[in-house]
């Protein structure tokens, strides 16, 4: 299988329990280190394009393919604290990822244990802009923020053109100065909005617990790409890389 010390792509291939194509889309790719060729025009792998394989495979695992690649070129590059740069975005963005679900799980729940969802109603008081902002103890520039923000919709007087809030508008707007004042951003209240007005917040925190344990797992997938990352930039780039 072996010869001086060299694999060939049939080799890396069985190795990394993939076909030969997949060999060459790695390293077409940037996922392998530039290859080295024979006399004859052979690829000569060596253990450490084989540890970068598994390490690539390790990487898509936790990340996506264009993340994990970006990566692994950077590395190849010379380019290391670029490599651990657009580590820390993904994992920033796992963080975000979190935080908004976490936000808008605690949304949900605050307002599934409130009164009936946001439906239409038989009352037809009707306030203006204004007056709706003094019942809910905010500034009119507040309403007319969240409108353009989609989280509300009051309808227009035909012959005046001013908005008007009915009660099904109100309850909405009563809504969003609660889940303002405790902290969620606009994200996490529109879900909130939208599955409280549809009659299913109990599904839609179902929905987002079952992501928060998605998010869980491509965490815990990710710890296991970066140990095997450690040890791949350990081993085969530690003198480049030796003052970090």
């Known amino acids: 299988m072996i010869a001086h010390n060299?694999?060939?792509?049939?080799?890396?291939?069985?190795?990394?329990?993939?076909?030969?194509?997949?060999?060459?889309?790695?390293?077409?790719?940037?996922?392998?280190?530039?290859?080295?060729?024979?006399?004859?025009?052979?690829?000569?792998?060596?253990?450490?394009?084989?540890?970068?394989?598994?390490?690539?495979?390790?990487?898509?695992?936790?990340?996506?393919?264009?993340?994990?690649?970006?990566?692994?070129?950077?590395?190849?590059?010379?380019?290391?604290?670029?490599?651990l740069a657009l580590i820390d975005e993904c994992h920033a963005d796992l963080a975000r990822k979190r935080l908004q679900l976490d936000q808008t799980l605690a949304a949900l729940s605050t307002l599934a244990a409130q009164s009936p969802p946001l439906a239409s109603t038989r009352h037809s008081q009707q306030l203006r802009?204004?007056?709706?902002?003094?019942?809910?103890?905010?500034?009119?520039?507040?309403?007319?923020?969240?409108e353009q923000q989609g989280l509300l919709h009051p309808i227009r007087d035909k012959s005046s053109q001013y908005r008007l809030y009915d009660e099904q508008q109100m309850r909405r707007l009563r809504v969003v100065v609660l889940l303002r004042?405790?902290?969620?951003?606009?994200?996490?209240?529109?879900?909130?909005?939208?599955?409280?007005?549809?009659?299913?917040?109990?599904?839609?925190?179902?929905?987002?617990?079952?992501?928060?344990?998605?998010?869980?797992?491509?965490?815990?997938?990710?710890?296991?790409?970066?140990?095997?990352?450690q040890e791949y930039v350990s081993e085969f780039w530690a003198e480049q890389y030796a003052s970090l």
């Open 181 to 229: 004042d405790a902290g969620y951003d606009f994200k996490a209240i529109h879900t909130a909005l939208d599955e409280l007005a549809a009659g299913r917040t109990e599904k839609a925190i179902s929905a987002v617990e079952k992501r928060r344990s998605e998010l869980a797992k491509t965490s815990w997938a990710r710890l296991v790409a970066m140990s095997s990352f």
């Open 6 to 83: 060299y694999l060939r792509t049939i080799d890396l291939a069985q190795a990394g329990q993939i076909s030969v194509q997949q060999v060459r889309n790695y390293e077409a790719s940037g996922f392998i280190p530039p290859v080295e060729r024979s006399p004859s025009g052979y690829r000569l792998y060596t253990q450490k394009h084989l540890v970068a394989l598994q390490t690539a495979r390790s990487m898509v695992c936790g990340y996506t393919w264009q993340q994990a690649r970006a990566i692994m070129q950077a590395v190849h590059q010379g380019q290391l604290s670029a490599a």
């Open 129 to 146: 802009v204004g007056e709706a902002a003094k019942q809910v103890g905010v500034r009119v520039s507040a309403l007319h923020f969240w």
